[in-house]
Structure formats: structure tokens, C-alpha cells
């Protein structure tokens, strides 16, 4: 199963453990679609990247039909000529998104966007053989890794030498036994090391026990995971892809359910969106994705 289809599956668990309150949720990702058809960013304006989370949250709450116009504000890409690194694969992931609901791309533009795509992300390869999203720089990160090999399986094509990707990933290991998304830093970060986690499960190269275990010491006893060990507050983001990636690694997170579970109600308004962290003040899609990723997790037993 892809990495976007685990995500999502996970998500629909979470959407049905809201039971009721669910359409609270739909009601607040419609309300943030633009009349352009792509959903807001944090500033308002429309953006691929908060596109996806914004149909990958109606796909996890099974909405009957997602909105027609989305495909029409994705068309003004064309196969992303000009878009950068994480634009670009986002545009790929809309597309499969829509596909699941017969509104996705026609039969000849998808091997244009194919091949675009490609192309696109072989520009960014790092000298180190990973995925640099600024350029072409001399090392890949964690996110880069994980974008790469999604766009891939968005696509239903192969990525292309994946054994120079995990040796790249070997650069971004840090003494205290997890991954940052640059190499050369002391510390891990929890959504890197939950990046690479997810992206070696994908190219059969699981990562060890350590990783657990480092994940799990990032839990606050008031609920939540933090970024990194020096992080003064949880957020929803480290929260979300450290319980995706234990769930990944088969850990049972005996003990930690109701503070995350307390620590994501404390994020939840009756708007039906949820925020990043306690000094956040605004909603947006992406966040509320990664409430329904983690309810998921929770509601599974993790």
C-alpha cells in the first residue's frame, strides 16, 4: 500500500471515531475551498500543497462527492512546468486524489504528468543520491525522501535507483539514534525520523527499535509528542507522524492513548477545524488531516 493510502486509511478511522461531530469537520474543509476551486492557505489564498490535505480530509470523511471545481483549479498547472519541488508532487497527489472518485486526470495527460513529474523530481536529486527540494544540492533531506517516493507511487512508477536514496537517508542519522532532515545536526527531529521510518518500510530497509524508542521518549505526560527533545510544547504535526510511524514499526503505545487523545481535544474547535498547538491561531486543512491521522491511530488501539 502507498504511503498516501496508509495515511488515508488511518484518516478514515479517525473521521469515524468523531462519530457525530464528522460533519462538523466536512463543514469547516468546505468552507475552505476558494471559489478558484483550490483550498486556502494560512494566508487565504489558494495553494496546492493545502489542496491535498484539503481532499485527502473529504476522502477520509467518505464525502459522497468531492468538488468539481477542484480539477478545474488544478488544469492552470498544466503538468507543473515552472512549479517547485514540493508543488509539484503535491500536483501529482491531487490528481490521484480526485482519481478515486473518477475525476481525475484523462488518459494522455497522465503520461505528461508522468514523465513531467519525473523529471522534475530527477532535477532535484542531491550529489548524495537523495532529494533536495531547494535544488540540486550536494544532500538530500527526510522530506525530500518522502515527497520523492509518494509522487512515485501517486504515479504507479517505479523510483529510479533507490538504493542511492537510502544511502542518503544513512546521512541524516543522528547520534541519539534517530533522523533530522539535514545531516550534520546532534539531535533528531520527530517528523523527519517519522519520514525516513515511513520511507524505508517503503524500499524494505525497516528501520530498528531505536526509532521507537526515540519516538516514543518525544511523548509529553500531558499528551502529545514534541518535534525534538529541546521542543518546550507538543504539536499536532509530531503527533500525527509519530503515531503513523510507531503504528509503522508495530509498536503498541501502551499507556499514552488518552493524554494524546486529551491533547487533541484541546486542539479541536466547534468551527470543525483543529489547530497545530496551543499558541496557534489559525485553522487550515493541513492540521485538521493530521487530527483525523492520529484519532485514527488512537481510535485503533495504538
Partial sequence: MSL???????????????????????????SQLNPDGGFKARDGRSDLYYTVFGLETLLALETPALPKEVSGYLRQ???????DFIHLTCLG??????????????????LKLRKQILVGLENRRSLDG??????????????GAFFAVGACQDLG??????????ESLERLETPDGAWANEPGLPVGSTPATAAVVSVRQVLKRPAGSTAGEWLLA??????????????????????????????????????IRESCLDFIDSLWTSRGGFYGHWNDGTLDCEY??????????LAGGV
Avoid: K
Avoid at 512508477?157 to 537510502?166: C, F, G, S, T, Y
Fill in 218 to 255: 518525544r511523548h509529553c505526560l500531558h499528551g502529545g509528542f514534541r518535534a525534538n527533545p529541546s521542543a518546550p510544547l507538543p504539536d499536532l504535526l509530531s503527533t500525527a507522524t509519530a503515531l503513523h510511524a510507531l503504528a509503522t514499526l508495530g509498536h503498541r503505545c501502551v499507556g
Fill in 77 to 83: 498547472f498544466g503538468c507543473g512546468e515552472g512549479l
Fill in 130 to 143: 537523495g532529494y533536495c527540494p531547494d535544488g540540486h544540492g550536494r544532500f538530500g533531506t527526510a522530506y
Fill in 288 to 297: 485538521t488531516f493530521y487530527a483525523l491521522l492520529a484519532l485514527g491511530h
Fill in 4 to 30: 498516501r493510502l496508509e495515511m488515508l486509511d488511518a484518516a478514515r478511522c479517525g473521521a469515524r471515531y468523531l462519530g457525530d461531530s464528522s460533519h462538523l469537520v466536512r463543514d469547516f474543509v468546505f
Fill in 93 to 110: 497527489r491531487a490528481w490521484a486524489a480526485l482519481a478515486e472518485r473518477g475525476l481525475g486526470w484523462r488518459p494522455i495527460f497522465a
Fill in 157 to 166: 512508477v517505479e523510483l529510479p535507483r533507490p538504493e542511492r536514496l537510502l
